[in-house]
């Protein structure tokens, strides 16, 4: 709430308002389809050769991490199908400064560091300061998801009802009850 003190003076002293400007909005892409991990090969040598005994705990142990790749290759792949049955496509969130400050970090590390293809954060045109950006924020090409459509109408409705019930208030809204 904003009161005004002088001609050009003025103080807030509502903590809304100053919330309000730490929120950030980003752009959910979504998980990117996992590929699956690549079988080791077994030892090509004859089991008369010395080095086989060796070759062959070698190859034990990229089973191990074979299959252990495997276990993270099925929890993304669950992420993945889960994603787009249920979001269908590129989400808009609110996040704090600092969470968000965070998402983009990891994700940007992620990319870097080749565990990602392409980013899955986008700061959207809804943020403080963003307002210019071109698509909403989006990549070129990508437009909103299904999810993202759903989530709006949803707001809108609950926007609605709130409005249907101040205007009912006795005390508040210009309706009044018998």
Same mark, same amino acid.
């Given at each position: ?30 998980? *990117? ?97 963003? *307002? ?47």
């Amino acid at each position: 709430m904003k009161v005004q003190t002088g001609e050009y003076s003025s103080y807030s002293n509502n903590l809304i308002d100053e919330h309000g400007k730490s929120k950030v909005w980003l752009w959910d892409l979504g998980p *990117e389809e996992p590929l699956p991990p690549t079988e080791p090969d077994p030892p090509s040598m004859p089991t008369s050769d010395p080095k086989f005994h060796l070759e062959n705990l070698r190859h034990k142990r990229a089973v191990k991490r074979f299959e252990d790749e495997l276990l993270i290759y099925e929890r993304n792949e669950t992420e993945f199908q889960h994603w787009h049955r249920n979001v269908r496509g590129p989400v808009e969130l609110m996040m704090w400064s600092c969470d968000a400050t965070d998402a983009l970090k990891h994700d940007a590390k992620a990319v870097a560091d080749g565990r990602q293809k392409r980013a899955r954060y986008y700061v959207s045109s809804r943020t403080r300061g963003w *307002e210019k950006t071109k698509n909403l924020g989006l990549p070129n090409g990508v437009e909103p998801g299904e999810g993202h459509r759903e989530n709006l109408e949803r707001q809108l409705a609950g926007h609605k009802e709130f409005v249907e019930i101040l205007k009912s208030d006795p005390q508040f809204g210009q309706e009044s009850r018998p």
